[in-house]
T-cell receptor
């Protein structure tokens, strides 16, 4: 699984778009980019995932660069409830062995009123 | 629909004791994974079970064991507890393992404190 690099912390004003970057320069062709978040003392929550194309769902948008070496998670209108640690994870679509998530340190996002 | 449930919520044990943590996956999910999260760190993979068989094990000692039951619920057992086992233990369920989408749904966790 490719290694990811995220800034340790970020701040964003309530109501503005929060853009969380992730570098994954060693990503290989069959590896997906996943985003999870963890609100204090709760279990991680799946947000979105993608392979090549940009993806959007009710929670967020995922923008993956053309060379796939980096991506950005966008929360379009951040609220105080979006304050959490956000994890970017790269994982191959392997059908062998355990389907495990490898969490790094993540980005601690603080939404300010 | 109910999400992943775990019990107990909190647990306090002393060194050397044994503990059993329980997890019920989302209805219809056949795979259960266990993670350990030490304070200040991201979750670390311990085990995955699918259809009652172990699919993978993380880098944890043999003191850690798990099993999955016919109803797909799971138990994590830790023997001879050490202070360093104090952590939030998370259970995650997913539909299956043969899928390209690694969407795992996590429970609220069990907070284990070892004194």
């Amino acid at each position: 699984d490719a290694k990811t690099t995220q800034p340790p912390s970020m701040d964003c004003a309530e109501g503005r778009a929060a853009n969380l970057p992730c570098n994954h320069s060693t990503i290989s062709g069959n590896e997906y980019v996943y985003w999870y978040r963890q609100i204090h003392s709760q279990g991680p929550q799946y947000i979105i995932h993608g392979l090549k194309n940009n993806e959007t769902n009710e929670m967020a948008s995922l923008i993956i660069t053309e060379d796939r070496k980096s991506s950005t998670l966008i929360l379009p209108h951040a609220t105080l409830r979006d304050t959490a640690v956000y994890y970017c994870i790269v994982r191959g679509a392997s059908l062998q062995g355990a389907q495990k998530l490898v969490f790094g340190q993540g980005t601690r996002l603080t939404i300010n009123p | 629909d109910a999400g992943v449930t775990q019990s107990p919520t909190h647990l306090i044990k002393t060194r050397g004791q044994q503990v059993t943590l329980r997890c019920s996956p989302i209805s219809g999910h056949k795979s259960v994974s266990w993670y350990q999260q030490v304070l200040g760190q991201g979750p670390q993979f311990i085990f995955q079970y699918y259809e009652k068989e172990e699919r993978g094990r993380g880098n944890f000692p043999d003191r850690f064991s798990a099993r999955q039951f016919p109803n797909y619920s799971s138990e994590l057992n830790v023997n001879a507890l050490l202070l360093g086992d104090s952590a939030l233990y998370l259970c995650a369920s997913s539909l299956a393992v043969f899928t390209t989408a690694l969407k795992q749904f996590f429970g609220p966790g069990t907070r284990l404190t070892v004194l």
